[in-house]
Each structure stands twice: as C-alpha cells, then as structure tokens.
C-alpha cells in the first residue's frame, strides 16, 4: 500500500508540511461531508411517527488518534446541538503517521446506516469513505495551488 505521501504526489516533497496540510484538511472535509450526508440522508427524511428527532446521533460523531469510537451512548431524549469543534481538535492535534479513527457513539447509529425492524438504511458513513480518494485529490490540487507548486 502506498504512503499517504504517495497518494498525493511527489510535489509535496518540495514543501515538507504540504503533507500534513493535505491530511488535515482533507479529514476536516470528510468529517463536514459526513455531517452533510446524515443531515441530507436521516434528518431531512420524514420522521417515523411517534419519534422525537433530538440531533444526538449528529452530535455523537467522535475522533481520536488511539482507538475507534464505540457504539455505547443512549440517546438523552432531549435536544443535543451539533458541534464538530472537538472533532476538529482531535484532527488539528494529529501527527502525520497517525491513525485517525472517527465513528459515531450513538448506540443506535447502526441501525441507521444498515436499517433493522423495516427501515431502510441510510448508509451515509459508506458514502462518506467512498469519497475519501476524491477529497485527497481536490485538497492536494488546492493545497498546490495555495502554495504556488
């Protein structure tokens, strides 16, 4: 497999911060295409009758450069805003090398993405790493441009 260097190209070479600049920005735009893919995908559907939407499974999103986030938060019942901030702070604070893991820690968050009792899935996590290729690409263009390479 190749390196993460080699994926975008031997450009960055020149500017050794290029790479990083790349994998940084190129996770935040994963991470704000999630949150628009759950939000076209789950919250802009019509709700099942008796559901109260809160926004927690939007919320519950999660990163970390140690260990995958885990299914294991129940849902409050009450409105939970979205904030990507930490997210964010765990992405900026990662070193070139690491691992970064984002999941989701809604309890339900599978049922979701793969559907159960009837509903239909909405894969929007899926959808998401597809495009991860796609994303490197465009920041690495634009993060060239930027730098005049």
Same mark, same amino acid.
């Given at each position: *497999? +190749? @390196?993460?260097? $080699?994926?975008?190209?031997?450009?960055?070479?020149?500017?050794?911060? #290029? =790479?990083?600049?790349?994998?940084?920005?190129?996770?935040?735009?994963?991470?704000?295409q999630?949150?628009?893919?759950?939000?076209?995908?789950?919250?802009?559907?019509?709700?099942?009758?008796g559901?109260?939407?809160?926004?927690?499974?939007?919320?519950?999103? *999660? +990163? @970390?450069?140690? $260990?995958?986030?885990?299914?294991?938060?129940?849902?409050?019942?009450? #409105? =939970?805003?979205?904030?990507?901030?930490?997210?964010?702070?765990?992405?900026?604070?990662?070193?070139?090398?690491?691992?970064?893991?984002?999941?989701?820690?809604?309890?339900?968050?599978?049922?979701?993405?793969?559907?159960?009792?009837?509903?239909?899935?909405?894969?929007?996590?899926?959808? $998401?790493?597809q495009?991860?290729?796609?994303?490197?690409?465009?920041? #690495?263009?634009?993060?060239?441009?930027?730098?005049?390479?």
């Open positions: *497999m +190749a @390196s993460f260097a $080699a994926t975008v190209g031997d450009w960055c070479l020149k500017v050794p911060i #290029a =790479v990083e600049i790349v994998f940084k920005e190129a996770a935040q735009e994963l991470v704000s999630l949150d628009q893919l759950l939000a076209d995908e789950v919250y802009a559907k019509p709700q099942p009758p559901y109260k939407r809160t926004g927690f499974l939007r919320a519950s999103l *999660m +990163a @970390s450069t140690s $260990a995958m986030p885990t299914l294991s938060r129940d849902n409050p019942g009450v #409105a =939970v805003p979205p904030d990507l901030g930490d997210v964010i702070l765990v992405i900026n604070g990662a070193d070139l090398g690491d691992t970064l893991y984002l999941g989701y820690t809604a309890s339900y968050a599978a049922v979701v993405a793969y559907g159960a009792n009837g509903t239909r899935p909405r894969p929007w996590v899926a959808m $998401a790493a495009r991860w290729q796609m994303i490197v690409d465009q920041k #690495a263009t634009e993060i060239k441009a930027r730098l005049g390479l």
